[in-house]
């Protein structure tokens, strides 16, 4: 489902801004309810870019969709925290996810790609509003910033688990055709297969490591992250939080899917900072092929 399309944001590094232009257009919240209603399904997904990016008509949305009794999930900034009705009413109408781009923990990367908006320091107080909410944290995290040296993966993995956050979504920083950062980027790009181009292959040069520490690190953060093991502390800690029984299932599926994926393509990489460089004659990562799951 789709209610909206676009965002206000202009990171440089998104397609969504450079496609649309920095403005969001909006479907009649009776309108997009009604269409929910239609459906068998007791589950779905807005595939909104920034479904609350104006706060008035997204708790117009979800007071339409509370009768309904059905669960969705979709994408926010950390942002849509500001407003606790805003949070509140989206948990009554049924969400019970999101996706949330935290991207980086270094402010000065947020900055390099007009995405200082994002606060490093808020993360966890933010991610605590969602999660007293019943509502799971999915993060978008993206590896390869020039702020980024060998040691970002471990560094990431370790934050990750701090601030509790249920799923990820693993990426490799990526100069998108039609993007400001393309045009940046120019003289780095090592690949013009487009593709390439998915988010999980390493088509520039880093300024901090070399490309294939980059696409290693990238592999090796996406399996740890979803240990088995890892993927059960998750679940058994939000099964005992406050409402977090609602998004458990959701939840579930998503660890299990990515696992899954991670199984069937044989993602292993490693951690370039614990090897103390590249090693010689080591075997080239394996180059995930996993798109979003939500």
């Not at 993060?139 to 601030?163: C, I, M, N, S, W």
């Amino acid at each position: 489902m789709q209610a909206t399309r676009g965002c206000p944001h202009t990171c440089a590094f998104c397609s969504v801004s450079a496609f649309n232009g920095a403005a969001q257009r909006r479907r009649p919240a009776e309108e997009v309810a009604a269409e929910v209603a239609a459906l068998p399904e007791r589950f779905f997904l807005l595939v909104d870019d920034s479904l609350a990016a104006e706060p008035e008509y997204a708790k117009a949305l979800f007071r339409a969709l509370a009768p309904l009794r059905k669960h969705w999930v979709s994408q926010v900034t950390l942002k849509s925290t500001d407003d606790p009705e805003l949070i509140r009413l989206a948990a009554e109408s049924g969400c019970v996810g999101v996706f949330v781009g935290l991207e980086t923990f270094s402010d000065r990367a947020l900055e390099s790609v007009d995405k200082g908006f994002n606060q490093v320091e808020e993360y966890r107080s933010r991610i605590r509003i969602l999660h007293q909410n019943g509502i799971a944290v999915e993060a978008g995290v993206v590896l390869g910033f020039d702020a980024d040296g060998p040691g970002v993966f471990a560094k990431t993995l370790r934050l990750l688990d701090e601030l509790e956050i249920d799923m990820i979504q693993v990426s490799v920083l990526t100069p998108l055709p039609g993007t400001r950062f393309f045009k940046e980027m120019a003289s780095r790009i090592l690949d013009r297969n487009w593709a390439h181009y998915d988010y999980h292959h390493v088509v520039f040069q880093p300024r901090r490591m070399t490309a294939e520490s980059l696409q290693a690190g990238h592999d090796w953060l996406t399996r740890e992250f979803y240990q088995p093991w890892r993927i059960l502390r998750r679940l058994w800690r939000q099964a005992l939080r406050p409402l977090g029984a609602r998004g458990l299932p959701y939840a579930a599926a998503v660890n299990f899917a990515y696992l899954g994926r991670i199984l069937r393509w044989s993602i292993k990489g490693w951690d370039p900072a614990a090897e103390g460089g590249l090693p010689e004659r080591r075997p080239a990562p394996q180059t995930p092929r996993l798109a979003q799951v939500c």
